[in-house]
């Protein structure tokens, strides 16, 4: 069975920086696009930014510049380095692994940055 474990949430300074991990297993990560997605209060979840098996990365127009999103295969682990965390980037951070059609996702991760 498919798990992702997110961890690195909490609670930040706007300005601040945060970096979440999403940990894989059952899957085959190497080749696996994986992404992270979020959901704050009251709004649909919403893409942030996914990588291919090949480090093809894209990201949502909204954090362009200040979130980096990196994986390392050794560790079956997905990142996601936010930086300058601005208040409306408060929601729960969710990894993702998109396979033959069915989305994975894991626990979530929630991520605060006060104003």
């Excluded at 940990?23 to 992404?35: D, H, R």
């Excluded at 997605?37 to 894209?58: C, F, H, M, W």
Aim: net charge positive; charged share 15%; proline share 1%.
């Amino acid at each position: 069975q498919v798990q992702l474990v997110e961890s690195g949430g909490g609670l930040v300074q706007a300005g601040g920086s945060l970096r979440l991990s999403c940990a894989a297993s059952k899957i085959i990560f190497a080749t696996a696009v994986m992404g992270w997605y979020r959901q704050a209060p009251g709004k649909q979840r919403e893409l942030v930014a996914t990588i291919t098996g090949s480090d093809v990365t894209n990201y949502a127009d909204s954090v362009k510049g200040r979130f980096t999103i990196f994986r390392d295969n050794s560790k079956s682990t997905v990142y996601l380095q936010m930086n300058s965390l601005q208040f409306e980037d408060t929601a729960v951070y969710y990894c993702n692994y998109y396979h033959w059609g069915v989305n994975y996702w894991g626990q979530g991760t929630q991520v605060t940055v006060s104003s």
